[in-house]
């Protein structure tokens, strides 16, 4: 390591060496969505080492965006999230590479263009964009790359990592492998398979979290999230990432899922 960025990262020396010091360095690793959970991810992954980001979202910050993103503020109101946060992280290790659009995942063609290069691809788009997320993990499958799907539930988060080798997202969300996605209607996704653990204390009746979840993977309404959730789903995130980077231990793939709550004070390996 060149001393600047021995200086920046003499810390994580101890629990990581210099060699995976260095493959942090040397890898790539892309963020859709910046908001909640994907802002936050962004931030975490520079301060690890990571040497280069492609991060996106189409979207810019609103008032109930502050309870809990990284840079949402009065001053970034109706401002691009992913440009707010790219000027936020980019002085963190100067010597990082980051990559910003402030375009979506709309075709096949922008899924090739966004993973290009990359190492591992993190999924943090809201909630019922379901035909973004399989043009990603379809280009992700391509390329040998591990996608991941990271939500905030409550005080709790969960991810979900898909070997390129295993489980396909439509397989996972059971629908048709290979579903033409230009020709497909709004894609149902059952509710078990987003929100597999339902937390205790959200809702007062079953009825009640099927009506609300249901809207919310609709995309009629915004989820019900903290800044606890998303913190918890960022730092999630970022250690499997850096699991996949180093291979510190064995990678938990789908079916399977992670899911902790702290409220609950629930951890879990659970099967979708």
């Keep these: 390591m060149d001393d600047i960025y021995k200086a920046i990262f003499s810390r994580n020396i101890g629990f990581l060496t210099e060699s995976e010091q260095e493959k942090l360095r040397a890898s790539s690793v892309a963020i859709a969505g910046v908001g ?4 936050l991810l962004a931030e975490r992954l520079i301060r690890l080492g990571v040497g280069q980001l492609k991060i996106l979202d189409p979207g810019d910050f609103e008032k109930s965006n502050l309870n809990r993103q990284f840079c949402s503020s009065m001053l970034t109101l109706g401002h691009n999230k992913a440009e707010v946060v790219f000027k936020q992280i980019k002085d963190i290790n100067p010597q990082a590479r980051i990559h910003y659009s402030k375009t979506g995942i709309k075709t096949e063609e922008d899924a090739v263009v966004f993973l290009n290069g990359c190492d591992v691809v993190v999924d943090a788009i809201d909630f ?10 379809r280009e992700a499958r391509r390329n040998g790359m591990y996608y991941m799907f990271a939500s905030a539930i409550g005080f709790g988060a969960l991810v979900a990592i898909f070997d390129p080798k295993g489980l396909t997202l439509e397989e996972y969300d059971n ?4 579903i033409d996605l230009s020709k ?4 149902k996704v059952p509710l078990e398979k987003i929100c597999p653990v339902v937390p205790s204390y959200s809702f007062s009746t079953s009825d009640e ?20 959730g998303v913190g ?3 730092i999630l995130a970022a250690n499997e990432v850096m699991n996949i980077i180093l291979r510190k231990r064995d990678i938990v ?6 899911y ?11 099967t979708a």
């Design 128 to 137: 019922g964009l379901f035909r973004e997320s399989i043009f990603m993990q």
């Design 253 to 258: 793939c789908a079916p399977q899922y992670t």
């Design 209 to 228: 979290a099927e009506k609300i979840l249901g809207q919310v993977l609709a995309g009629e309404r915004g989820g019900p999230t903290s800044s606890i």
């Design 36 to 39: 909640g959970v994907g802002g």
């Design 260 to 270: 902790v709550d702290l409220l609950d004070r629930r951890f879990l390996v659970g």
């Design 232 to 234: 918890l789903a960022s």
């Design 175 to 178: 629908l048709p492998r290979d």
């Design 184 to 187: 497909a209607e709004k894609l």
